[in-house]
């Protein structure tokens, strides 16, 4: 899969099956400052994803980090994105309930994530995935060590664009019960403040 900054595809890594993320160059930038822009990306992404890892979110494991490749392999994540859980689940009446399950699980996950110090900076329904009966974070490419309560609130904004009101609700329920009340209180009115700068812009 060709992203917007790397190129993920499928590898083996010590006879194990997984998945290689190369960061490739930008022919825009001089040479040099490509070359330390993408290492720096992909050290700290590795970074984030161990973080997150040894603080109890569900995401792939970083098995290797080479940085002259700009490369990181990692464990390989056998599900659905919950993108397509939801879509599938809509058209079925007797799977609300595990759409309901799932959605209180991905909130989790995020909660567990900020409660780690770490924004993920794309945090959509296609950045999480439904493996077995747990939902799982990937693509931790624009995540940052970062426990703003500016970087986290876009992370509640984003994923509440990728799912209906209704759906949101019930991922907040998650959110809630690993971060708590009055911090998910305090992040929502800050979500209402981007958005309220988001409409000023608009006019």
Known sequence: MHGAEAVVTNCTFL?????????FPKQYRTHVLDSKLRRERTKLEAKVMHRAKTTGT????????????????????????????????????????????????????????????????????????????EVYLFDFGLSEFDSSIENQAIDLL??????SPAQFQTFLKGYKKICGKNDTKRLLVQVKEIQSRARYVER
């Open 58 to 133: 569900l995401c792939p494991f970083v098995l290797n980090v080479d940085l002259e490749k700009c490369e990181i392999i990692q464990t390989k994540l056998n599900g659905t994105a919950l993108v397509d859980y939801l879509s599938t689940a809509s058209r079925s009446p007797t799977s609300s309930a595990g759409s309901t399950s799932m959605l209180k699980k991905a909130g989790e996950q995020l909660g567990r994530l900020h409660n780690a110090r770490i924004s993920h900076g794309d945090s959509t329904t296609s950045n999480f995935m439904v493996v077995g009966k």
């Open 158 to 163: 984003l994923f509440s664009k990728s799912v």
């Open 15 to 23: 006879n194990v099956p997984c998945v290689s993320k190369r960061r």
